[in-house]
């Protein structure tokens, strides 16, 4: 029974902080909507900015997981040098699917991220930034290993556009409709939709080097600490 009040709980607080906001959501409305009371929550997670990180780590956690999954047996299958598009796949697939999975919530969670981005909290953004440390270390190191003639700053650039058109995908297909005026977003389901990004960024990451470019380089530190953002 308390695995379920707690289920209920993150499931009530998921949908009014994604509606509502993180600051505009207050714990006795979460524990209206899951009708229960405010010694679960206490009981359960000991604190709301407990709560909001719980509410994140249950779908960034498993999402991160089945990345790693994914990135190991492709290095076990090719001896440690995965394949460009694999590595892709890899990273992409999982979240792809979150964000498809209506059953689940996942399209609901996926609303809760874009609301991370325009109501940030710098203690939310550490936390999450915790959840993604392991999973981006890794693809990182991996993306340089199949992309070795690429200079650190470029790989850099070049994983922070995939992180940002993964972000758009992620999102929906309003965007979409705005472009072109058809069904073509209606019929994109995570496979499809999978497919024509990874070949997209297969393209992107094997691109030629740009020519020099006007304007500060990014640092060592700055650079790192930008990477670490990354996080979808």
């Known amino acids: 029974m308390g695995s379920d009040t707690k289920n209920i709980i993150l499931?009530?607080?998921?949908?009014?902080?994604?509606?509502?906001?993180f600051a505009n959501t207050s714990l006795r409305a979460?524990?209206?909507?899951?009708g229960a009371n405010l010694a679960s929550v206490n009981y359960h997670f000991g604190s709301k900015d407990a709560l909001i990180e719980a509410v994140f780590a249950r779908r960034l956690r498993p999402m991160n997981r089945e990345r790693i999954r994914r990135?190991?047996?492709?290095?076990?299958?090719?001896?440690?040098?995965?394949?460009?598009?694999?590595?892709?796949?890899?990273?992409?697939g999982p979240a792809?699917?979150?964000?498809?999975?209506?059953?689940?919530?996942?399209?609901?969670?996926?609303r809760l991220l874009g609301r991370s981005y325009t109501e940030p909290s710098p203690s939310l953004q550490a936390r999450v930034r915790g959840m993604h440390e392991e999973v981006i270390g890794r693809f990182k190191s991996a993306f340089g290993r199949a992309l070795p003639e690429l200079p650190s700053d470029e790989l850099y650039w070049r994983l922070h556009?995939?992180?940002?058109?993964?972000?758009?995908?992620?999102?929906?297909?309003?965007?979409?409709r705005l472009i072109a005026s058809c069904r073509l977003a209606d019929s994109l389901d995570a496979d499809v939709l999978k497919e024509r990004l990874v070949s997209f960024l297969v393209a992107?990451?094997?691109?030629?080097?740009?020519?020099?470019?006007?304007?500060?380089?990014?640092?060592?530190?700055?650079?790192?600490?930008?990477?670490?953002?990354l996080t979808t």
């Open 11 to 21: 499931d009530a607080a998921e949908a009014l902080f994604a509606g509502e906001g």
């Open 71 to 92: 990135l190991e047996a492709l290095e076990d299958e090719y001896g440690g040098a995965a394949p460009l598009d694999g590595l892709i796949e890899a990273f992409v």
């Open 30 to 34: 979460i524990t209206a909507a899951a």
């Open 161 to 176: 556009f995939m992180v940002g058109l993964l972000a758009y995908c992620m999102a929906g297909t309003d965007m979409m």
């Open 204 to 229: 992107g990451m094997c691109a030629p080097l740009p020519g020099p470019l006007e304007g500060p380089v990014i640092a060592g530190p700055a650079r790192e600490g930008r990477h670490n953002g």
């Open 96 to 110: 792809l699917e979150l964000s498809r999975d209506t059953e689940r919530g996942g399209a609901r969670f996926v």
